[in-house]
């Protein structure tokens, strides 16, 4: 099975934090990245591969890099951070979505990693207020992309548009793995991805095998936002 994760919205951190960019050169940071997505996608286009629209364009497995990644966040309010922290500033674009996480976390995730994963880890210092520091988190950036929901599962829709290639799904009802399937055949050894039809900008597909680690001990910050089977 696999699991889609998003921020623990009934845990004791939501709503509690906010973290900022108060650097300029973290802006100019995080623009580059903007400025880097805008013309791969330019030039996927111009090489024709964008005729059947955008959408597409998020199967392009694009290789991301540090510098446009903010080195430096505030955090503006409250007091301290839980264990995940789902979104952050220059964290999500159109097709993906990366969190920033504890090296305790990281390390679990690390341990789950193989031959066919494909990710990075990019250290991000978090100041208080005050200037002080508060510590080092780690942004999770996940390479790979996958197209793997099975449209015969019964918890999936269309968003708005016809299935023809440019489509995107969400889910209807209860989400859970009896209603909800991914093809194997897509994610086979896989431990992270996205899938960018389905919620890419604010989730990442982890397994029952990661998910159930990252549950079994007090980490705070993430839930299931649905399970799914595999066929």
């Not at 509690?16 to 791969?40: M, N, P, S």
């Not at 859970?176 to 900008?201: C, M, V, Y």
Request: proline share 3%; charged share 25%; net charge negative.
């Amino acid at each position: 099975m696999a699991v889609l994760i998003d921020e623990d919205m009934f845990g004791t951190f939501v709503y509690k934090y906010r973290l900022q960019v108060t650097r300029d050169q973290d802006e100019a940071r995080i623009k580059a990245g903007k400025d880097y997505f805008a013309e791969k996608r330019k030039e996927w286009i111009i090489a024709g591969k964008g005729k059947f629209g955008l959408i597409q364009f998020g199967a392009v497995e694009l290789p991301w890099h540090a510098e446009f990644l903010p080195e430096q966040l505030t955090l503006t309010e409250g007091e301290a951070l839980p264990d995940w922290v789902h979104a952050f500033p220059g964290g999500s674009y159109q097709f993906s979505h990366a969190s920033l996480v504890t090296s305790n976390v990281r390390d679990i995730i690390e341990s789950h990693r193989s031959e066919n994963d494909a990710w990075k880890f990019f250290p991000v210092k978090i100041l208080r207020k005050d200037g002080s520091e508060y510590g080092t988190y780690y942004a999770w950036w996940i390479d790979r992309v996958c197209d793997a929901v099975d449209e015969a599962s019964e918890g999936v829709k269309l968003v708005s548009k016809p299935k023809d290639g440019n489509h995107l799904w969400t889910t209807q009802g209860e989400p859970t793995p009896d209603r909800l399937s991914l093809h194997k055949s897509q994610i086979e050894g896989l431990n992270a991805w996205t899938d960018f039809r389905i919620s890419a900008s604010k989730c990442v597909f982890v397994s029952d095998k990661l998910f159930s680690t990252l549950g079994s001990g007090d980490l705070q910050g993430f839930a299931a936002k649905s399970i799914w089977s595999e066929k």
